[in-house]
C-alpha cells in the first residue's frame, strides 16, 4: 500500500478550482532539451476498465486527467505567473480531451461487447485529436509568447470546458 499512495502522490488529479503552482514541477530534467524551453508540462489521462466476459454485460470505464510532477520541469530563472498560466492550459487542455472521452463513451459504450468493438478505434481517435490540438496550442501560441493567441486560446479552453462540464 505505501508504494502505491507514492506512486500516485506524483500524480496530480485535475479538478475545476485546483491550480497548478510551480512547486508542482519536480522534475529535475528539461526533456525537451531546447536553449527557450521555460517549463514543461507532462500530463494526460488514464482509464481503467470493469467488464464482463458476457458481451450483453454493463461495462464501466473511468477516465481521470493527471498531471506528472516528477515529469514536469521548469526553468527557476525564466518562471513567472504568464507561463504558468499557458502551462495550466495544458493540463486543462487534457480535461477537455478526457471530457471528449467520456461523452464518446457515454453516447457509444453500454456494454462489455460495444467495449470490445468501439473502445479502442474511439480511444485512438480523440488520443490524436489531443496530441494535435496539443501541439497546435504550443505552435500557434509560440509557447505562450503570443499574447494575443493564448488570449484566444485561453478562452476557447474554458469554453470547452464549460460545454462538456457533466462529462
Request: proline share 1%.
Amino acid at each position: 500500500i505505501l508504494v502505491t499512495n507514492t506512486l500516485f502522490a506524483q500524480k496530480i488529479k485535475w479538478e475545476e478550482d485546483k491550480k497548478l503552482s510551480w512547486s508542482n514541477f519536480k522534475s529535475n530534467i528539461n526533456r525537451q532539451r531546447g536553449n527557450n524551453v521555460v517549463a514543461y508540462t507532462n500530463c494526460g489521462w488514464v482509464y481503467s476498465v470493469v467488464k464482463s466476459t458476457n458481451p450483453k454485460s454493463p461495462v464501466k470505464i473511468k477516465v481521470e486527467t493527471f498531471f506528472n510532477e516528477d515529469k514536469s520541469w521548469k526553468d527557476v530563472k525564466q518562471i513567472n505567473d504568464y507561463v504558468l498560466n499557458h502551462e495550466q492550459k495544458h493540463f486543462d487542455i487534457a480535461e477537455v480531451f478526457a471530457r471528449k472521452l467520456r461523452k464518446e463513451i457515454a453516447d457509444n459504450i453500454q456494454t462489455s461487447g460495444d467495449y470490445n468493438k468501439k473502445f479502442q478505434g474511439i480511444y485512438n481517435r480523440i488520443l490524436k485529436e489531443y496530441t494535435e490540438f496539443q501541439m497546435s496550442y504550443d505552435k500557434e501560441t509560440e509557447h505562450g509568447m503570443n499574447k494575443d493567441r493564448q488570449a484566444e486560446y485561453n478562452a476557447l479552453i474554458s469554453e470547452e470546458l464549460e460545454n462538456l462540464k457533466s462529462y
